[in-house]
């Protein structure tokens, strides 16, 4: 099986393709800093080893992950989100044999909880930390030595799942590689353009657009934090004429630059977007030229770039070219080259969503139209019974972020005692509205038991692998955090 760097670099060594908010990047650049770590791992002996990445510089991280691949080692890339909790239970989980890790950020010491578990694991552990991912100090554990893979692994992806549990994706180059035959006909990257990416590469679609930036020779403008008067500057500053993200974050980018720097959404002839549903007046929020093309690509974490659709002609999907799709009991199943391989450790929950056949259950509910397009219609394992009545949050929520002072909004079900689930909804308000509009505001547009139980306001989603964290948001519901 071929490095992941056989099939990146071929263009002009001097080209920039990759810039931050502080420096820009050549491909020479990227490869002697591979080299660099290359030599500082290459007496860890890390083929079959884990190696875990907690690097918010995104020079650094690409650097490292390829020296990983080149060398045999698996990548685990992890969200610079994770908290304690949320990180030992990883770490119980992957149980790798090096880490790279932050010292500290946003005032969480990355590099104390790490060490802790890896002295409390009396398992051989190297942590590598940094203040600014660049200048290394490493730490060695001493103990019994962890197993090693004994098939090669790429990645592995986590999130913390629906339940909080940690699940791993394990992904091969093969995914790769069906990404940068499958995104030119969605994204159509050149070498000309400079391509503004704000899904994190920590995801599997962060890190697939990612590469395939990398691949195709463009130049890769990432904002390494959200600070929207620092992103309008290199939107600016880089002439960007190509955007991949969420619909909330561009209209979010939308919203400020038109008060700072309007011209930048005039740059754009490309705009793709994809993780939430996008609301279909969603044209009408943000000012874009007429003729760029607004493509949306619907996925998930295991079945990879399932479906698409040209937003401007239709909100209803096409299946990608090459993938295979059916409903089961109204559940959307797929056959998808993007897809995952398995679970990590985990052959039970793989067979849950992948049966004998290869078809892979996404767990959307859809609804496929005479002419093959379809609607994906909630969420199966967001689907809340209430009262015996089955309600999807997706719906709730496209109705809440239609009312003019609801910038986001997330709704799930908790336990009740007499209608079996009530419905929360939180909302992050754009300006000054109560609980009592809005609950007016969707009954007058959703069916009576589909209007929010309650509804309580933040000023901001926590977010985990780029999405809404409904967890956490249920912990501060019902006062845990």
């Given amino acids: 099986m071929h490095a992941i760097m056989d099939k990146l670099f071929n263009y002009d060594e001097d080209k920039v393709i990759l810039s931050t ?17 290359e030599e500082m791992l290459k007496d860890k002996e890390i083929n079959g080893k884990r190696v875990c990445l907690i690097i918010p510089t995104i020079h650094t991280y690409l650097a490292i992950a390829l020296a990983v691949n080149n060398l045999g080692g698996t990548i685990i890339p992890l969200s610079w989100q994770y908290r304690k909790e949320d990180l030992t239970a990883v770490m119980e989980f992957l149980s790798p044999q090096i880490i790279f890790t932050i010292k500290e950020l946003n005032q969480f010491s990355f590099s104390e909880t790490l060490q802790n578990w890896a002295r409390e694991s009396k398992k051989e552990t190297v942590i590598f ?34 339940t909080g549990t940690p699940k791993g994706m394990v992904l091969q ?26 899904a994190p590469p920590t995801g599997i679609f962060g ?175 967001e689907m809340i019974k209430k009262g015996g009545q089955a309600v999807f949050s997706g719906e709730i929520e496209q109705t809440l972020i239609h009312h003019e002072k609801v910038k986001q909004a997330a709704v799930f079900g908790v336990p009740h005692a007499i209608y079996g689930e009530e419905i929360i909804a939180f909302v992050v308000p754009d300006g000054e509205v109560n609980s009592k509009e809005l ?29 809404v964290d409904k967890i956490t948001l249920k912990k501060i519901h019902s006062g845990t955090v």
């Fill in 21 to 37: 908010f502080t420096n820009d990047y050549t491909a020479r650049d990227i490869k002697e800093m591979v080299v660099f770590y």
């Fill in 129 to 162: 930390d940094s203040a600014d991912n660049t200048t290394w100090s490493e730490h060695y554990f001493d103990g019994e030595p962890r197993h090693l893979e004994e098939t090669k692994i790429e990645f592995i992806c986590c999130s913390s799942g629906s």
């Fill in 173 to 198: 180059n093969n995914i790769l590689d069906a990404a940068y035959d499958l995104f030119p006909r969605y994204m159509d990257f050149q070498r000309t353009d400079n391509v503004f990416l704000i």
């Fill in 207 to 381: 890190l697939t657009t990612f590469f395939y930036g990398i691949q195709s020779g463009a130049k890769i403008v990432f904002a390494e934090n959200f600070d929207l008067l620092k992103i309008i500057g290199m939107l600016d500053k880089h002439q960007c004429n190509k955007i991949v993200g969420t619909p909330s974050l561009l209209k979010a980018i939308y919203q400020v630059a038109k008060g700072v720097k309007p011209a930048v959404m005039e740059n754009f002839t490309w705009v793709v977007l994809g993780g939430e549903k996008i609301p279909h007046d969603f044209l009408e929020q943000i000012a874009l030229t007429d003729d760029c093309q607004v493509m949306t690509l619907y996925g998930s974490t295991e079945g990879g770039a399932i479906a698409y659709n040209n937003f401007r002609e239709t909100s209803q999907y096409s299946i990608v070219e090459g993938n295979e799709y059916k409903l089961q009991d109204g559940e959307l199943l797929v056959k998808s080259q993007t897809a995952f391989k398995e679970y990590y450790q985990n052959p039970t929950l793989t067979s849950e969503v992948v049966d004998e056949e290869g078809w892979l259950y996404t767990g959307d509910m859809a609804d496929i139209k005479a002419d093959g397009k379809f609607d994906i219609v909630g969420r199966k394992k």
């Fill in 439 to 467: 609950t007016y505001y969707c009954s007058q547009r959703i069916a009576a038991y589909k209007v929010p139980d309650q509804i309580e306001f933040i000023d901001e989603f926590p977010v985990t692998q780029g999405k």
